[in-house]
């Protein structure tokens, strides 16, 4: 996030390099960051003359360095966007005689241009892939721009960006409900946005936004909803296990995407029933979870629900499940209720019995 807002002040005070790559895990703020240099320099009636996006995978290298040093008549810098760009990445192994900072290079007119590009000129490279800082291509862009890393900004960082951007939309959150949220989206900010803004629309007469409301908009998300159906198989209700089952695969969820949260889930829960046996504390239990702390606050709480044994158990019915679903050995739908009904009910499975 410092980084964005560094760069965000950089480019309102005019303060704008002639090359930059925008690279990292955290799409939302790599597409802000885009944006906010359209605005400076690409805005207007005249905007989309001063401004020309290449993908990388579909065009020569001639023609990003063309249209870099392409003169603007209608402002006094051009915005260049190259998208999906390999002149960062390693290319494998090297060959003999051949430095490792060689790897990944692309053509050397580019080499060229980036050691002297043209000032009149914004040139960005964008790319969600991991690139190779020791590359030349890299090295050279740092040196006459800004190589600039976006990764996925830790959780108090995140709330206190989401708590941010209700102010901004007029709305206040509970402290309970801020940490609901961000821990069912954790990894994706434009999701998190997006929730944030369908939130504040959710009751205008209203200020502050709730816990009961934050559940009721997350209501039809799979992640949110396996952590009831795990609760229910836990308690061994199995009724409600196979409702809320059959709820989420009702939203179009993946048989196998299902089996697999299902699997996590129970995995979670077996390393923090072992660790407890150990002797761990809900602290120490939550660190070595390495989450927030409302979900594994969950799994802590549905570790008592189970032994050992009927995790493993449960784990190895996920297996054979999942060989089925493979495999085409029925209906992927009543293959998954089989799976509750048995592990809620703690029976084993033999499919190829």
């Known amino acids: 996030m410092k980084v964005y807002q560094a760069l965000v002040n950089n480019i309102e005070r005019g303060m704008i390099a002639p090359v930059y790559l925008f690279y990292g895990s955290e799409s939302y703020l790599r597409e802000k960051s885009v944006a906010a240099l359209k605005k400076h320099l690409a805005s207007g009636d005249m905007g989309q003359f001063n401004l020309s996006i290449i993908d990388a ?34 290319m494998g192994k090297k ?70 951007r209700f102010r901004r939309l007029g709305k206040k959150i509970d402290a309970q409900a801020l940490q609901y949220l961000v821990a069912l989206n954790p990894e994706d900010m434009g999701i998190l946005c997006g929730e944030i803004e369908k939130l504040s629309l959710l009751d205008l007469r209203q200020e502050r936004v709730s816990i009961e409301q934050v559940k009721l908009a997350a209501s039809a998300s799979a992640e949110a909803s396996i952590f009831d159906l795990v609760d229910f198989i836990g308690e061994k209700r199995s009724t409600l296990a196979l409702e809320k089952l059959r709820e989420i695969m009702g939203q179009g969820e993946l048989p196998l995407r299902m089996l697999a949260m299902i699997s996590r889930q129970l995995r979670l829960i077996l390393v ?82």
């Open 57 to 90: 995978a579909q065009a020569r290298t001639e023609e990003i360095i063309d249209a870099a040093n392409t003169v603007s008549f209608f402002a006094e810098r051009r915005l260049v966007i190259v998208e999906n760009p390999t002149y960062f990445k390693s």
């Open 95 to 164: 060959t003999e005689g051949e430095d490792e900072e060689e790897q990944g290079d692309g053509d050397i007119n580019l080499l060229n241009y980036l050691q002297e590009p043209n000032p009149g000129t914004c040139l960005v490279f964008v790319t969600g892939d991991s690139v190779n800082s020791r590359t030349k291509a890299f090295k050279a862009v740092s040196k006459t721009g800004q190589a600039l890393e976006f990764k996925h900004i830790k959780r108090r960082e995140l709330e206190d960006w989401a708590k941010d």
């Open 272 to 353: 923090v029933k072992s660790l407890t046996e150990e002797g761990y504390s809900q602290e120490d239990l939550v660190r070595a979870l390495g989450m927030h702390p409302y979900p594994a606050g969950k799994i802590i709480g549905q570790a008592r629900n189970f032994s050992v044994e009927q995790l493993e158990q449960a784990l190895e019915i996920c297996l054979e499940i999942d060989l089925a679903l493979k495999t085409s050995k029925g209906s992927p739908a009543l293959l998954l209720e089989l799976a509750v009904v048995c592990i809620g009910r703690g029976l084993s499975l033999n499919l190829s019995a």
